[in-house]
């Protein structure tokens, strides 16, 4: 069954001579001159980042898009996230609902992760196809994708298997990243302290204990220090030294200085 289902996403490479590539990326130097975005009327400012808020976003475009409408690589979308200027096919129609829904907030590629979000790209099937993420449910995801078999297809389902093991190279996200000066601060008392390092490691011994994070998501995205939305040792470990380093041994480290990104 997967086989057929990859033969039938991959049809466009054959049909655009594109041998490796059923959805090409284009890189952000590259300008083009092709038709304006069809969403450029629907892109907001300062969106609404709610899972519903970004639900809805998406899939308004099921009206103007219905299943089975033809979209394949002929079909360019200029993106607004950055990493890539836009995109073909089902690239480019990922980027369409993610503008729709995101505006202008940059994105940003995590190449491991340990959650996805409503909005989220996952670029699967050896870095071939993307497709967007329109809900997260306890056994999975639900997406919408481009140039699936040459046309739009609404709402297929991963298992989270699928998500989290072979066919997910990486996401691109664009949900923001928690502010620097907060970053290392789970407790929120506007400085990184031992405090923080024993939080992030108590919600690390947390999850490996199946009780989850147990953290609120602006603590949670405080204490993700290496961001791959999931506390780790590591996580804990840089707070730890980022204290050291900076309180204790007066040095002026950034965390992209102590990351080594
Ligand atoms: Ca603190
Ligand atoms: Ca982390």
């Known amino acids: 069954m997967k086989r057929s289902i990859r033969f039938l996403l991959c049809g466009c490479a054959w049909l655009f001579a594109v ?47 219905p299943e089975g409408t033809p979209y394949t690589n ?30 202008s907030l940059p994105a940003r590629q995590l190449n491991t992760f340990g959650a996805v979000y409503p909005g989220d790209i996952l670029r699967i099937n050896n ?13 999975g995801v639900v997406i919408a994708e481009g140039n699936y078999g040459g046309t739009v297809h609404w709402e297929r389902t991963l298992t989270n298997a699928q998500v989290y093991d072979v066919e997910t190279n990486y996401i691109l996200t664009r949900y ?19 405090d923080d390092a024993q939080i992030a490691l ?9 009780k989850g994070f147990g953290l609120s998501e602006d603590a949670f995205s405080a204490a993700d220090v290496v961001e791959d939305r999931k506390i780790t040792v590591d996580d804990a470990q840089l707070i730890l030294q980022y204290y050291t380093e900076n309180s204790l041994g007066k040095k002026n480290l950034t965390w992209d200085q102590l990351i080594g990104r």
């Open 127 to 139: 870095d071939s196809h993307s497709v967007i993420i329109l809900e997260v449910t306890d056994t």
């Open 19 to 65: 041998p490796a590539v059923c959805c090409p990326l284009a890189a952000e130097a590259v300008t083009f001159g092709l038709e304006a975005s069809k969403a450029e009327s629907q892109i907001a400012a300062d969106p609404d980042l709610s899972p519903s808020a970004v639900y809805s976003a998406m899939i308004a475009f099921k009206k103007s898009y």
């Open 74 to 103: 002929d079909n360019f979308y200029q993106w607004k996230g950055g990493i890539y200027g836009g995109g073909y096919g089902c690239a480019g129609f990922s980027f369409m609902l993610s503008d729709a829904a995101f505006g």
């Open 202 to 210: 108590q919600a690390y011994t947390d999850y490996l204990s199946q």
């Open 176 to 194: 923001p990243r928690v502010r620097n000066s907060a970053l290392g601060d789970p407790d929120h008392d506007g400085s990184v302290s031992i």
